[in-house]
């Protein structure tokens, strides 16, 4: 790419689900379109809007809302069909490309900030979130040699993986095997996650499985490129209070069932049914993931499946996807603060900056326009001119606490690092079901816990006992006169109770 190219403007909008940033894009685009016609193109970055049909549990924004302004990626794929993260950056790619070419401006929005985070600054992707795989991997031979070493039950587990993480509360034992597993393959990104942490430990096994590395080192070739830019991108993050969002977020989803939202999840279920049922479906079909994993279809899986379903288990069900609603609403903001800021703020220099904005959507109406829309309309002006912009900090009381971040580093290494586990000898009570703490201050503070002082304590009254134990021993067989191996005193004490 020439650098020509990279001066080429992209507008990015994210934030958490329910705070009108389609809306948002499609009042931008109208904006920029009153000096050309047709000015701008809104590029989703929504990974379940990217399927077809199923508008409701999708939350599409209706057509007549739209204006007008052209959706790219929208409504692409099939349900069932997967899509990964590095797919959509390459079709982005494209479609910025074409929009830079037609002289038009791209507006990527969605509330999938993974995807925009890997669009806007590249170079952190694995091979298999680059594309799917399309079938096994060549294998390096590091991996090989520890393969090797597997023990069998291990190298069973490895070619047998559990087809989703398992609950670490539920399956204690398959938890800690498949922790067993990482840090046989990989130990270095197996100290990075707790055994409990099922999710992660078993997608750095697919990982091995899927590109024929170890995913340490993957993160250490990617160290040592420091993160860049890829475009002249501006960037916003509309957020809002949880306490004003949430309730926000469960009137809409009461809203999603009046409208017809069982009727799509039904459909969703025949659709699965069907193509389970036929052999000739390919591999990239899964009605595991993509537009299953949306939120709505796992939760009245048991009221759909029930022959005469109770009212309360209907409203078991509402709860439950308000419920994974909020905590979906609460990751995403936790991503854009602890994930995407600190890449933006190491990847911006001197002389190339992403202006990167949170704009107060805590409000709707009359505010959300002075609040969001006329701030954005301003600064997205000024970004395109090459004038000066104003101080982000400065936009708001949110904006100024948000993005007030530790600088910290962002390479996958050092984020390795400073994540790392220790094992607190103290607290684990059973040597198969280690106490995991995080080092550093989550580790100084669990030396401070009732749990682990009380432990220690006892422990050292053990220890104590023992070792006056040890000495009677010693004393009465050496009035005895039995010779006595030298060092063979501290060999009564447990390996642990020792240092
Ligand atoms: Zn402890």
Redesign the pocket.
Known sequence: MTVAATRLPVIAICGTTGVGKSQLAVELALHLSKTAPNRAKIINADAMQCYAGMDIITNKMPEAQRHGVEHLLMGFKQPGEQYVVGQWVQDSMKAIEETHKQNKIPIVVGGTSYWIQHLLFPNRLSQSELHVPAGPPELSEDVVHNLASLPPELLDLFSSLPDHPPSASDDPTLALSLHKLLSRLDPEMAMRWHWRDTRKVLRNIEIVRETGRIPSLIAGEQSKERVKARYRALCYWLYAEPDVLNPRLDARIDEMIETGLLNEIKEMRRIATAGSNDDTSNRDTDYTLGLYQAIGYKEFHEYLTTQDPSDRLFHESVDSMKHSTRKYAKRQISWLRNKLLPVVNEANTEDFLTPTYVLDATELGESWRSRVLDPALRITDAFLDFRELPDPKGLSSAAARLLNIPRRPVDPISVLQARRKII?Q??TTDPEQP?M?EDGTQWEA??T?K??RR??SKGTRVQMQMMMQAEKQAERRMKRKTPQAPGSLGSHLPSVLVK
């Open positions: 607190c103290t607290c106490c703490i669990h030396r816990t749990v682990h432990l220690a």
